[in-house]
């Protein structure tokens, strides 16, 4: 039962990020864009938890973590500088 | 692993797939970017947080032992989804303010101006602002 349920999970998250690719290739805006990547470094964190599950191992854990902390930090980076035309003030 | 564990850790696997499926669906199916902000903020977080429960539960059925290591990864993303959600607001209000796009008002109608201002562009702060945010 967890094999079919890990397959479809697999399967929608695969499409949830091929969406998300459409619409950081579509646009319009930069805020779209900015979106679209924000919401396709959750997609992947989600992808990471489930490749961990698949696996059974616990150390795909760290990865999500540290992604989680770099996409946040990406996000509010690009904003920065697009509100501020620079990062750090 | 149990029947119980095992019913679980399905029922919260395709329920976090869902999530996520419907978050991005939002992110392409919605007009305007306001409208479009909705989808990945609240139904991509529902969604991964339900995905890390059912590592969570899956662990604990695996090796017998409660981790909640999976949860710090929900609480960062509980706190940050907001914040990020909230700089692509300002960042979008900024570029309809200075005219840098055009796009159709979404049902909630343009946004509200402020008067003869606008906050966290290029403008110097008014005089009269708390030090807190602009220092004199």
């Known amino acids: 039962m967890i094999a079919v349920a890990l397959t479809t999970a697999f399967g929608c998250v695969a499409l949830a990020l091929l969406f998300n690719g459409w619409r950081l290739l579509r646009g319009p805006s930069i805020g779209d864009r900015i979106m679209a990547l924000d919401t396709m470094v959750i997609n992947a964190i989600a992808m990471i938890v489930l490749i961990g599950i698949a696996g059974g191992e616990d150390t795909y854990f760290e990865a999500a973590l540290l992604l989680a902390m770099v996409g946040f930090v990406g996000t509010i980076a690009y904003c920065k500088f697009i509100l501020r035309g620079d990062i750090v003030e | ?136």
């Open chain 2, 1 to 136: 692993m149990t029947m119980a564990a095992d019913i679980a850790i399905a029922a919260l696997l395709l329920l976090g797939g869902a999530f996520v499926l419907i978050g991005s669906w939002g992110l392409v199916r919605l007009r305007t970017t306001m409208e479009r902000l909705h989808g990945p903020t609240k139904a991509t977080t529902l969604g991964l947080g339900a995905l890390l429960l059912a590592s969570v539960v899956f662990f604990q059925a695996k090796a017998g032992v409660w981790t909640v290591h999976e949860l710090l990864i929900s609480l960062f993303l509980f706190i940050t989804a907001p914040i990020a959600a909230n700089m692509i607001a300002k960042v979008h209000l900024h570029r309809l303010h200075t005219g840098a796009i055009a796009e159709p008002t979404s049902i909630a109608g343009p946004p509200p101006r402020l008067d003869g201002s606008d906050w966290a562009t290029f403008e110097a702060p008014s005089p009269d602002a708390p030090t807190a945010t602009a220092e004199r």
